[in-house]
């Protein structure tokens, strides 16, 4: 059963890995399309016409591809003025709350997700200027948002160490 939970617990990491991954590619490459477009209109007067519309795609993508990682390192931010000084069962208790409440609203996300992505796909949708295929963009989110649920539900389950009841909090609001 160990080996079983440690197969799980791997390829969601890996997985959140890879997502995490390519976010940051997407960072990179966000900077890298901003920086030609002010030098092209700096030295060209011509500024390239793709970057808000092809930013903006990036930027939804990789703030959704950078979900799992902070889902699975547990470093999103957190309103914890009640759970920090809870102990015992009753900060057990408000962590599965908390879990629970998560793989709710990132399940009912992915249900909204869904029918939105078919649409796209369906009609074969494009950006206005570049002329870019929306689908394959959208197809990221519910990828991502499945990947954060399931990471929650593991960490429900056990598979996946809670950090937060792991060690104890230093009393560092930072971190």
């Known amino acids: 059963m160990n080996t079983i939970k440690n197969i799980i617990a791997l390829g969601l990491d890996r997985l959140a890995l890879a997502c995490a991954a390519l976010a940051a590619l997407g960072m990179t490459a966000i900077v890298g399309i901003i920086v030609t477009s002010v030098m092209m209109r700096k030295f060209a007067n011509s500024p390239v016409h793709i970057t808000e519309e092809v930013v903006g795609l990036m930027l939804s993508v990789s703030l959704f591809l ?4 902070v889902t699975l390192k547990q470093k999103h931010v957190r309103v914890s003025l009640i759970a920090d000084r809870l102990q015992g069962p009753s900060r057990r208790v408000m962590n599965i709350v908390a879990l629970l409440v998560g793989i709710g609203f ?3 996300l992915i249900v909204e997700t869904i029918p939105w992505f ?3 796909f369906k009609r074969n949708l494009k950006t206005e200027t570049t002329r870019l295929l929306l689908w394959p963009w959208m197809a990221l989110m519910p990828l991502s948002l499945a990947t954060t649920g ?5 960490r429900m389950v056990g598979i996946i160490e809670d950090f937060d009841n792991a060690a104890p909090n ?3 609001p930072l971190e």
């Open 66 to 69: 950078g979900l799992p990682m």
């Open 106 to 108: 990132f399940g009912w």
């Open 118 to 120: 078919e649409f796209a």
């Open 150 to 154: 399931a990471i929650l539900l593991a």
């Open 170 to 172: 230093s009393g560092n």
